[in-house]
């Protein structure tokens, strides 16, 4: 890790350029390489582009009493949205978790229900081959999977306003998932997190763990 001796003219220097991150760590500039996450944002931008283009024509083809029966799911939604909106927020968490047992459901669950917060999580770290692992006492049913983020920073853990980036959906009586961050360089600090979701793409609120660093 390279530090720079600062002069009477350069005091400071923070920020990104050329693939280096600039930072104060311990009353020193130091410097660290940029992360190269491997699932850009930009690819999931794109992806989910693509899913919302996919859901609008599934919708118009559905029957009348296939889009009753959302319009129906819709109203008892503690949050307002149409029927057409439900059917879009549903069937996009299955098809952007990119999971083969996930796929558009064409009929609405009859009730909404939110799935219960994954608890007991575990986080271990192999330093021979940089291979995060997250771990999970619950949920253990087949029916549910868990869906991983990950947040990394150079260094630093920005507790305000971390990017968030997915791992991968699973199914829950697994009860692992694993990162590889070999493409980050030590010192990278990771924050994780973990939700619960259905067939039907309903969603538990996000359980988040506490940061891990790259050796």
């Given at each position: 890790?390279?530090?720079?001796?600062?002069s009477?003219?350069?005091?400071?220097?923070?920020?990104?350029?050329?693939?280096?991150?600039?930072?104060n760590?311990?009353?020193?500039?130091?410097?660290?390489?940029?992360?190269?996450?491997?699932?850009?944002?930009a690819?999931?931008?794109?992806?989910?582009?693509?899913?919302?283009?996919?859901?609008?024509?599934?919708?118009?083809?559905?029957?009348?009493?296939?889009?009753?029966?959302?319009?129906?799911?819709?109203?008892?939604?503690?949050?307002?949205?149409?029927?057409?909106?439900?059917?879009?927020?549903?069937?996009?968490?299955?098809?952007?978790a990119?999971?083969?047992?996930?796929?558009?459901?064409?009929?609405?669950?009859?009730?909404?229900?939110?799935?219960?917060?994954?608890?007991?999580?575990?986080?271990?770290?192999?330093?021979?081959?940089?291979?995060?692992?997250?771990?999970?006492?619950?949920?253990?049913?087949?029916?549910?999977?868990?869906?991983?983020?990950?947040?990394?920073?150079?260094?630093?853990?920005?507790?305000?306003?971390?990017?968030?980036r997915?791992?991968?959906?699973?199914?829950?009586?697994?009860?692992?998932?694993?990162?590889?961050?070999?493409?980050?360089?030590?010192?990278?600090?990771?924050?994780?997190?973990?939700?619960?979701?259905?067939?039907?793409?309903?969603?538990?609120?996000?359980?988040?763990?506490?940061?891990?660093?790259?050796?």
């Amino acid at each position: 890790m390279p530090k720079i001796t600062p002069s009477a003219l350069i005091t400071n220097i923070q920020g990104r350029w050329a693939g280096t991150t600039f930072q104060n760590w311990k009353g020193a500039i130091v410097t660290r390489a940029t992360p190269n996450p491997r699932q850009s944002q930009a690819r999931r931008h794109a992806l989910y582009k693509g899913v919302t283009s996919t859901l609008a024509g599934c919708y118009g083809n559905l029957t009348n009493a296939q889009k009753t029966s959302w319009i129906c799911y819709a109203a008892q939604l503690s949050t307002q949205m149409t029927g057409f909106n439900a059917f879009l927020s549903r069937n996009a968490v299955c098809l952007m978790a990119e999971h083969a047992s996930l796929d558009i459901r064409f009929n609405a669950p009859p009730t909404p229900t939110t799935p219960s917060t994954p608890l007991g999580i575990l986080i271990g770290y192999c330093s021979g081959n940089a291979i995060f692992t997250l771990s999970w006492a619950s949920p253990l049913d087949i029916c549910y999977y868990l869906q991983g983020a990950h947040a990394p920073q150079a260094g630093y853990s920005n507790l305000n306003s971390p990017s968030w980036r997915m791992i991968s959906t699973i199914r829950a009586d697994i009860q692992t998932m694993s990162l590889d961050a070999s493409d980050f360089p030590a010192g990278t600090v990771f924050r994780f997190r973990l939700r619960t979701l259905d067939i039907h793409g309903q969603v538990s609120t996000w359980s988040e763990t506490n940061s891990k660093t790259r050796a």
